[in-house]
């Protein structure tokens, strides 16, 4: 109880009212009474003096009666009751540090078992080791072909490296149909060496048998260097007849087919492992190769000791110590390891997916997934009446309408400001929301995004305790992590946040890591062939 003096509430005006702005305020009026007397008698002159300076009363004067106030709250009604429900239903997509916390513990459990040839097979993070043991010394040189397939588009390279890492690259994009992606393996093949072969009658090399380095950006199943086994569709593919066939074959054989050019794929690798590649190029302490984009998978450096599911016979290590490990940590997750973070929505997403059950982890933290994730909350919420009411939400009902793209663009707003907001919701068919539903989905984006960024994070913190190296640099590519605005910098500060002062890190956006990264990988290993038979140099073993 706050006993006030009418003077002050003469000072304070707002306070007269019966319930105060910023707080739940009862002004209780005390009548009565003796007992102000001797609070008079006790304060003297200094509250006369107080009286006469602010209210004109003579110092002689009587005071007022005193006014007790019962403070029930300082929380401030800032927000509507609308607005705390939206908060309330997305509730479940806030994660916090000791989420986190289990999720890097699970996640390097489950990088333990997909190492071990023992518990490899029901492991969710399957860890296939890629054969790739020398990372590039920014000595190699020549011409060098690279084929990247990974998503709705491949593109195919030319990459010329000269002294002192110059370089020149031109290359083509080639767009796949939707129908390709869930037709036959066949008719897919033969669509990318058609491709392939008008690429290299364009650039003259018909009479040159270059090397090609190929990303396939698919769970690989890796049984040597040119030799890998698509292990399951994702990112949308369905094409009949690959699963489970070495995808280099399948590759040789279209382009056998057309028996108009001649090919020479020195090397199968996963889009992380040429991001990784890519970066270590330029940078030295490069160790961990991350994409984020339509989907997402990281890669390490793994003592050779340590991965039992590598088959030496596969590969003459020559005194090599270490290898990259594909981690595909997409499907982490799918053992039931993050059930206690996952949402009725992400249940509802893995549910109209092309692989349900699969690729856990990817669904909630992916390009592909994130905007659709967005447009079900939202769904809910005009559903509850808590959004965008009397406007016409047809489209925001139809499966895949709101892409991730969307969602960057409205977290890219100024705080108070709405405009590219706006520009979304026009092509959604909404126009003249309120700045209460402006608001409302960019908190939804805000939650989805923070939530796969944190997730995010957990996953490098585990790698990076995993390796211990003191130094280390993260390499990054991916459209996510190139266009969201704020993606790099909360998972940066989470990151930092859970390794502690102790270790030191960098993230860098790795410059056309599938794309150059193979090329490389190509460049790697005609470099060491020319070493007589992959005898590395002492600077390729780098502890």
Same mark, same amino acid.
């Given at each position: 109880?706050?006993? #006030?003096?009418?003077? #002050?509430?003469?000072?304070?005006?707002?306070?007269?009212?019966?319930?105060?702005?910023?707080?739940?305020?009862?002004?209780?009026?005390?009548?009565?009474?003796?007992?102000?007397?001797?609070?008079?008698?006790?304060?003297?002159?200094?509250?006369?003096?107080?009286g006469?300076?602010?209210?004109?009363?003579?110092?002689?004067?009587?005071?007022?009666?005193?006014?007790?106030?019962?403070?029930?709250? *300082?929380?401030?009604h800032?927000?509507?009751?609308?607005?705390?429900?939206?908060?309330?239903?997305?509730?479940?997509? #806030?994660?916090?540090?000791?989420?986190?916390?289990?999720?890097e513990?699970?996640?390097?459990?489950?990088?333990?078992?997909?190492?071990?040839?023992?518990?490899?097979?029901?492991?969710s993070?399957?860890?296939?080791?890629t054969?790739?043991?020398?990372l590039?010394?920014g000595?190699?040189?020549?011409?060098?072909?690279?084929?990247?397939?990974?998503?709705?588009?491949?593109?195919?390279?030319?990459?010329e490296?000269?002294?002192?890492?110059?370089?020149?690259?031109d290359?083509?994009?080639?767009?796949?149909?939707?129908?390709?992606?869930?037709?036959?393996?066949?008719?897919?093949?033969?669509?990318?060496? @058609?491709?392939?072969?008008?690429f290299?009658?364009?650039?003259?090399?018909?009479?040159? #048998?270059?090397?090609l /380095?190929?990303?396939? @950006?698919?769970?690989?199943?890796?049984?040597?260097?040119?030799?890998?086994?698509?292990?399951? &569709?994702?990112?949308?593919?369905?094409?009949?007849?690959?699963e489970g066939?070495?995808?280099?074959?399948?590759?040789?054989?279209?382009?056998?087919?057309?028996?108009?050019?001649?090919?020479?794929?020195?090397?199968?690798?996963n889009?992380?492992?040429?991001c990784?590649?890519?970066?270590a190029?330029?940078?030295?302490?490069?160790?961990?190769?991350?994409?984020?984009?339509?989907?997402?998978?990281?890669?390490?450096?793994?003592?050779?000791?340590?991965?039992?599911?590598?088959?030496?016979e596969?590969?003459?290590?020559n005194?090599?110590?270490?290898?990259?490990?594909?981690?595909?940590?997409?499907? !982490? /997750?799918?053992?039931g390891?993050?059930?206690?973070?996952?949402?009725?929505?992400? $249940?509802?997403?893995?549910?109209?997916?092309?692989?349900?059950?699969?690729?856990?982890?990817?669904?909630?933290?992916?390009?592909?997934?994130?905007?659709?994730?967005?447009?079900?909350?939202?769904?809910?919420?005009?559903?509850?009446?808590?959004?965008?009411?009397?406007?016409?939400?047809?489209?925001?009902?139809?499966?895949?309408?709101?892409?991730t793209?969307?969602?960057?663009?409205?977290?890219?707003?100024?705080?108070g400001?709405?405009?590219?907001?706006?520009?979304?919701?026009?092509?959604?068919?909404?126009?003249?929301? @309120?700045?209460?539903?402006?608001s409302?989905?960019? *908190?939804?984006?805000?939650?989805v995004?923070r939530?796969?960024?944190?997730?995010?994070?957990?996953?490098?913190?585990?790698?990076?305790?995993?390796?211990?190296?003191?130094?280390?640099?993260?390499?990054?590519?991916?459209?996510l992590?190139?266009?969201?605005?704020? !993606?790099h910098?909360?998972?940066?500060?989470r990151?930092?946040?859970l390794m502690?002062?102790?270790?030191?890190?960098?993230?860098?956006?790795? $410059?056309?890591?599938?794309?150059?990264?193979?090329?490389?990988?190509?460049?790697?290993?005609?470099?060491n062939?020319?070493?007589?038979? &992959?005898?590395?140099?002492?600077?390729?073993?780098?502890m």
């Amino acid at each position: 109880m706050v006993l #006030i003096d009418d003077e #002050i509430l003469d000072f304070v005006p707002s306070l007269q009212r019966e319930r105060h702005a910023s707080a739940d305020v009862e002004i209780i009026r005390r009548s009565g009474s003796s007992s102000s007397a001797g609070k008079e008698n006790m304060h003297g002159s200094r509250e006369n003096s107080l009286g006469s300076a602010r209210t004109g009363k003579l110092d002689n004067e009587p005071r007022s009666r005193c006014t007790s106030i019962t403070m029930k709250t *300082y929380k401030p009604h800032l927000i509507s009751e609308r607005r705390r429900k939206v908060e309330d239903l997305c509730r479940d997509l #806030i994660v916090n540090n000791d989420h986190i916390h289990v999720i890097e513990m699970r996640l390097r459990a489950a990088i333990a078992k997909g190492l071990d040839k023992e518990t490899h097979e029901k492991a969710s993070v399957k860890c296939y080791p890629t054969y790739v043991r020398c990372l590039p010394t920014g000595e190699e040189t020549g011409r060098f072909l690279a084929l990247d397939l990974g998503g709705t588009n491949f593109r195919v390279l030319l990459m010329e490296i000269g002294d002192e890492k110059r370089f020149g690259m031109d290359s083509q994009i080639f767009s796949i149909e939707p129908k390709l992606m869930v037709g036959t393996g066949e008719a897919l093949f033969d669509h990318i060496a @058609s491709c392939l072969a008008s690429f290299v009658k364009e650039h003259h090399l018909e009479d040159e #048998i270059l090397p090609l /380095g190929f990303t396939f @950006s698919f769970p690989l199943i890796q049984e040597g260097l040119t030799k890998g086994r698509l292990a399951q &569709w994702t990112k949308g593919f369905k094409c009949s007849s690959v699963e489970g066939f070495d995808v280099v074959d399948l590759l040789k054989q279209a382009i056998e087919r057309r028996n108009d050019v001649t090919i020479d794929v020195v090397a199968i690798l996963n889009d992380t492992t040429g991001c990784l590649m890519s970066c270590a190029w330029k940078e030295p302490k490069c160790r961990i190769g991350l994409i984020l984009g339509t989907g997402t998978n990281a890669c390490y450096l793994e003592d050779v000791e340590k991965v039992t599911t590598f088959n030496p016979e596969n590969y003459d290590s020559n005194g090599h110590d270490h290898v990259v490990v594909n981690t595909e940590w997409g499907a !982490f /997750g799918d053992n039931g390891e993050l059930d206690f973070v996952r949402t009725k929505w992400d $249940e509802e997403v893995d549910a109209m997916s092309l692989n349900p059950g699969k690729q856990t982890f990817e669904k909630m933290i992916s390009g592909m997934y994130m905007g659709e994730l967005v447009r079900l909350v939202v769904k809910d919420m005009v559903e509850e009446g808590l959004m965008f009411l009397n406007q016409n939400t047809n489209k925001l009902r139809i499966l895949g309408n709101f892409p991730t793209k969307y969602l960057s663009e409205i977290e890219a707003d100024g705080v108070g400001e709405y405009d590219r907001c706006q520009n979304v919701l026009f092509k959604l068919g909404i126009v003249g929301a @309120s700045e209460a539903d402006l608001s409302a989905i960019r *908190y939804i984006c805000e939650c989805v995004s923070r939530r796969a960024g944190f997730m995010c994070a957990a996953g490098i913190t585990a790698l990076l305790k995993k390796i211990d190296y003191k130094d280390v640099v993260v390499a990054v590519d991916g459209s996510l992590f190139r266009h969201h605005p704020h !993606f790099h910098n909360v998972m940066k500060s989470r990151v930092a946040q859970l390794m502690g002062i102790d270790y030191k890190f960098d993230m860098i956006m790795s $410059e056309d890591g599938s794309g150059r990264g193979a090329a490389l990988v190509a460049a790697v290993l005609k470099n060491n062939d020319l070493e007589e038979s &992959w005898k590395f140099s002492d600077y390729c073993n780098i502890m």
